[in-house]
């Protein structure tokens, strides 16, 4: 009885270790003087230059409607769109914004990415996904927003 007991809490913690491993949220590294925000972020795509594209839309995407909340704690940030469901509200707006080269682009950067900082950590023969490092440019991206009449 105690050695299932023993297999089976075993077998649980390996599964919440694999499972944490590729759940990972956006994580806050640092708060720039400019406002903007340097985060960690996964991404999933086709191939690996998919897969960066990916992971810059899902920072942009956590920056304005989830609110960075894991790392450094001193600079958590509340979403930028407020509204509830804006996203669903403006639909039309968002999904010409976080399209392929979409307006988006313009305010995630990857100047912040060292060497060793970018990790791919699951390949399959459908898909590649990576962690890695990106400064979201949050000021202006919450000009635009103002400008487009959403703030």
């Not at 191939?47 to 790392?71: P, R, S």
């Not at 707006?93 to 060497?115: A, N």
Request: proline share 1%; hydrophobic share 40%; charged share 30%.
């Amino acid at each position: 009885m105690v050695v299932i007991m023993k297999k089976t809490v075993i077998t649980i913690l390996a599964a919440l270790l694999c499972w944490s491993a590729f759940a990972q949220e956006t994580t806050c590294i640092s708060k720039e003087m400019d406002g903007s925000l340097t985060l960690r972020v996964m991404g999933t795509g086709r191939n690996k230059i998919d897969a960066f594209e990916q992971a810059k839309k899902q920072a942009v995407y956590d920056v304005l409607f989830k609110g960075i909340t894991k790392g450094n704690t001193d600079y958590n940030m509340r979403p930028v769109m407020t509204e509830v469901n804006a996203r669903q509200r403006h639909q039309d707006y968002f999904d010409s914004f976080f399209k392929d080269g979409g307006e988006y682009h313009k305010y995630v950067t990857m100047q912040d990415r060292r060497i060793g900082s970018t990790k791919v950590t699951k390949r399959t023969s459908i898909d590649v996904t990576v962690v890695t490092t990106v400064r979201v440019l949050v000021p202006k991206l919450r000009e635009k927003l103002k400008e487009d009449g959403l703030l």
